[in-house]
């Protein structure tokens, strides 16, 4: 009983912090600052972990970005609004999200996760920046949460008037528009641990070139070799003529 009375005092002295963060960060004054420190909690270091937060926040966060995408881009196409959707909410993109507002000092993980490099980790960052959404929305609601995924999220959307063209898809247009066969991936390689991995894949062009990039995610490490092998396809092999004659290969394809 002694012992529990002596950590009390500690105990609320952490949940004070988090509540002077959150106020800091998303200018709300939390009633339950449990409630976040739940959402920049990690499975390594305790049982209740940001994991159904990250739920939660993942569908606010979508609905947010789909109706502003919606009405900043009146003129724009289905298609076209799911290309510039698909690149606001990557796991990257929350990830330096939430390096931007601390996230990375206040995680809560065991030691191995730490020691592991969790706290910089794209794909933990990203779920609980998505969580501590969630959190926010359970406690203030739609409107406050949508303000602050606009505020946040407002430098990406209105960076770039074009929409963004993902490297996959590119690469895959590449190859149809120069009679090549269509891009081949291949994981070469996963190390680290299950809440930090890191994937190796290799992207072929094939009888023609490859290139080889690394992620904290199959999808990250995919979409780095496409770039990686478009950067290169387009400064070092010259398009298909129509008349048929051979492009000149890339001096990585040999």
């Known amino acids: ?119 910089d980790s794209d794909n933990v960052l990203g779920d609980v920046m998505e969580a501590l959404l969630g959190a926010l929305y359970l406690e203030a609601g739609l409107d406050t949460a949508r303000g602050v995924v606009r505020r946040l999220w407002a430098d990406r959307i209105l960076a770039d008037a074009a929409v963004p063209h993902h490297p996959k898809s590119a690469l895959q247009e590449w190859a149809a528009a120069n009679n090549r066969k269509p891009p081949v991936y291949e994981i070469t390689d996963r190390s680290g641990p299950g809440h930090a991995p890191r994937f190796t894949i290799r992207v072929a062009i094939p009888k023609l070139t490859e290139a080889t990039a690394t992620g904290a995610s199959k999808q990250e490490a995919e979409t780095a070799a496409a770039a990686a092998l478009l950067k290169d396809l387009t400064r070092t092999v010259s398009p298909e003529p129509v008349e048929g004659r051979p492009s000149r290969k890339s001096r990585s394809g040999g």
């Open 1 to 119: 009983m002694v012992l529990g009375r002596a950590l009390a005092p500690d105990r609320d002295g952490l949940l004070n912090k988090v509540a002077d963060w959150v106020a800091s960060i998303f200018g709300h004054t939390a009633r339950d600052p449990a409630l976040f420190e739940r959402a920049l909690t990690h499975g390594s270091r305790a049982a209740d972990t940001y994991e159904r937060l990250e739920f939660l926040g993942d569908r606010v966060l979508g609905l947010t970005v789909s109706e502003w995408l919606y009405a900043v881009f009146p003129q724009e196409s289905e298609g076209k609004l799911s290309k510039r959707f698909n690149a606001l909410v990557t796991g990257a993109v929350c990830a330096e999200v939430a390096r931007g507002l601390g996230v990375p000092e206040r995680l809560r993980l065991g030691k191995q996760a730490r020691d592991d490099g969790a706290a």
